[in-house]
């Protein structure tokens, strides 16, 4: 089974600044991996897949790189519905995992 | 708009039984992959089990294999999971997704119900 591995667990950053969360997986997995974006109460809504690109209706400020183990996902401008808990998910191997997450709060 | 709705969490015993039913619309149901995706209380995801459009495909995650039983009505758009000889650790929020692409095992969830709360104790 694939590990993907979260950093930092908590950013604490402020409404307009660069957000920047990373996903390392245990072994290669191509460019086969999404983001979701979960507030609390609420279903994770996918942000983005195969690495970098974005699901329909998700604005450009969101972006993902990366491809092999290490995995970036950025927001240029954070914007105050930002602040959520962000996971990382590989579909290369069943079964598919997800990463620890990583939670956004504001500073 | 696509829309899923979970139902049929509750409280149940340890070894208890329980079915979970997810109701579909705004999409052609029988194109899709399905899941069943879990979140235990304060935890991250874990991906339960997935069914083809014709039920064809199905597929377990280890935690669950001989356990729960995946199945689908497309004439009814519903989906559904059994859950049998439940355990605590089984406790979670139980989320349906879609599949991201039609026809296709993408392995990527584009849309999400709400989600259904399953507490398994004594």
């Known amino acids: 089974e694939i590990v993907l591995t979260q950093s930092p667990a908590t950013l604490s950053l402020s409404p307009g600044e660069r957000a920047t969360f990373s996903c390392r997986a245990s072994?290669?997995?191509?460019?086969?991996l999404a983001w979701y974006q979960q507030k609390p109460g609420q279903a994770p809504r996918l942000l983005i897949h195969d690495a970098s690109n974005r699901a329909t209706g998700i604005p450009a400020r969101f972006s993902g790189s990366g491809a092999g183990t290490d995995f970036s996902l950025t927001i240029s401008s954070l914007e105050p519905e930002d602040f959520a808990v962000y996971y990382c998910?590989?579909?290369?191997?069943?079964?598919?995992?997800f990463g620890q997450g990583t939670k956004l709060e504001i500073k | 708009q696509v829309q899923l709705a979970e139902s049929g969490g509750g409280l149940v015993k340890p070894g208890g039984s329980l079915r979970l039913s997810c109701t579909a619309s705004g999409f052609t149901f029988s194109d899709y992959y399905m899941s069943w995706i879990r979140q235990a209380p304060g935890k991250g995801l874990e991906w339960v089990s997935y069914?083809?459009?014709?039920?064809?495909?199905?597929n377990y995650a280890d935690s669950v294999k001989g356990r729960f039983t995946i199945s689908r009505d497309n004439a009814k758009n519903s989906l559904y999971l059994q859950m049998n000889s439940l355990r605590a650790e089984d406790t979670a929020v139980y989320y349906c997704a879609r599949d991201f692409d039609s026809d296709l095992l993408t392995g990527y969830f584009d849309h999400w119900g709400q989600g259904t709360l399953v507490t398994v104790s004594s």
């Open positions: 072994q290669s997995i191509s460019n086969y």
């Open positions: 069914i083809g459009p014709n039920s064809h495909y199905i």
């Open positions: 998910q590989q579909r290369s191997n069943w079964p598919q995992t």
